[in-house]
C-alpha cells in the first residue's frame, strides 16, 4: 500500500513539473477589435515599422489551436526605429492555407506589442501574413496598425527549421 502510494504521489509529481507555455495575451473578442479600430483613428502620430529578422520555429501537437498544425516561432528582428525586437508568435495552420497568428513583440525594455494575423496569402514576393497590432504595455500600450509581413520558412527537418521574417509599414503609437 505504502509502495502505491509512493508511486502515485511520484506520477503525480512528474506530471506537475511539465509545463505548458501559452502566449501572454488571451484572444481578442470582437469588443476589443471594434475598441481597438476606435483607437487607431485618433492617434495623431504614425511611426515607420521596417522590420528584418530571423527565428526558429517548431511544430507542437495541437494544444491551444482547433487545427491540425501548430506552429511555434521564436526569433530577432531588427527594427529603424526602435532597434532590437523579440518575436514570439503561434501560427494555428491547416497545414494547407488557413492561418491564424497570435503573438508579442519585445523591446529590450521589456515592453510588448501585440498582434495576431488571420488573412494570408502569396504573391511575387513570397508568403505573406497581415499583422494587426491591437495594444501592449508601456509605451505601446495603445499602438494599433497593419503591416504585410513576409515569412520564409526553411525546413530542416519535418517538424523544424529556421525562418526569416520581412515587413515594411507604419503604426500609430
Not at 530571423?54 to 531588427?78: D, H, Y
Request: hydrophobic share 30%; net charge negative.
Amino acid at each position: 500500500m505504502k509502495s502505491r502510494f509512493l508511486t502515485l504521489f511520484a506520477s503525480a509529481l512528474i506530471l506537475s513539473a511539465c509545463t505548458y507555455e501559452p502566449l501572454e495575451e488571451t484572444p481578442l473578442s470582437p469588443s476589443e477589435t471594434n475598441r481597438n479600430e476606435t483607437r487607431a483613428s485618433s492617434f495623431e502620430k504614425s511611426h515607420p515599422f521596417i522590420i528584418e529578422g530571423r527565428g526558429a520555429f517548431e511544430m507542437v501537437t495541437p494544444l491551444e489551436c482547433q487545427t491540425p498544425g501548430q506552429i511555434e516561432m521564436a526569433g530577432e528582428v531588427k527594427d529603424e526605429k526602435l532597434g532590437r525586437l523579440k518575436l514570439k508568435f503561434r501560427n494555428c495552420t491547416d497545414l494547407r492555407e488557413k492561418n491564424k497568428l497570435k503573438g508579442i513583440f519585445s523591446d529590450v525594455n521589456a515592453q510588448k506589442m501585440f498582434f495576431y494575423s488571420d488573412e494570408s496569402g502569396k504573391d511575387d514576393i513570397g508568403h505573406w501574413y497581415v499583422f494587426r497590432f491591437y495594444g501592449g504595455t508601456g509605451n505601446y500600450n495603445d499602438i494599433a496598425g497593419e503591416v504585410r509581413v513576409y515569412i520564409e520558412k526553411n525546413f530542416e527537418t519535418s517538424d523544424t527549421g529556421k525562418f526569416i521574417v520581412k515587413a515594411k509599414g507604419e503604426l500609430n503609437y
